[in-house]
């Protein structure tokens, strides 16, 4: 099994920054590719950056805000995440493919709000 845990969300003030991690552990094989995923209230869940292959892709949303990496070595992935927005309030997913099967952390709180 593969576990993933995410960590560094919380509270920041429009503008701000946060920095989202995720670590994974467990039987870890062939991984396809990496991602965040983020749900708000009342929305469904929407991919916010991916990376596969040593390339990202962003939403549109966060373009140029967002940035996604990838520690090989540590099996961590992180979410640099600058000038946030209310609009990007929202529990924040981490996701794994590996042999082309879904895992997903449990979810952490993001809230941008002055």
């Known amino acids: 099994q593969v576990q993933l845990v995410e960590s560094g969300g919380g509270l920041v003030q429009p503008g701000g920054s946060l920095r989202l991690s995720c670590e994974a552990s467990g039987r870890i094989f062939n991984i396809n590719a990496m991602g965040w995923y983020r749900q708000a209230p009342g929305k469904q869940r929407e991919l916010v950056a991916r990376?596969?292959?040593?390339?990202?892709s962003y939403a549109d949303s966060v373009t140029g805000r967002f940035t996604i990496s990838r520690d090989i070595s540590k099996n961590t992935m992180d979410l640099q995440m600058n000038v946030l927005k209310p609009e990007d309030t929202a529990v924040y997913y981490c996701?794994?493919?590996?042999?082309?099967?879904?895992?997903w952390g449990q979810g952490i709180q993001v809230t941008v709000s002055s």
């Open positions: 990376i596969s292959s040593g390339s990202t």
């Open positions: 996701n794994l493919v590996s042999s082309f099967v879904n895992y």
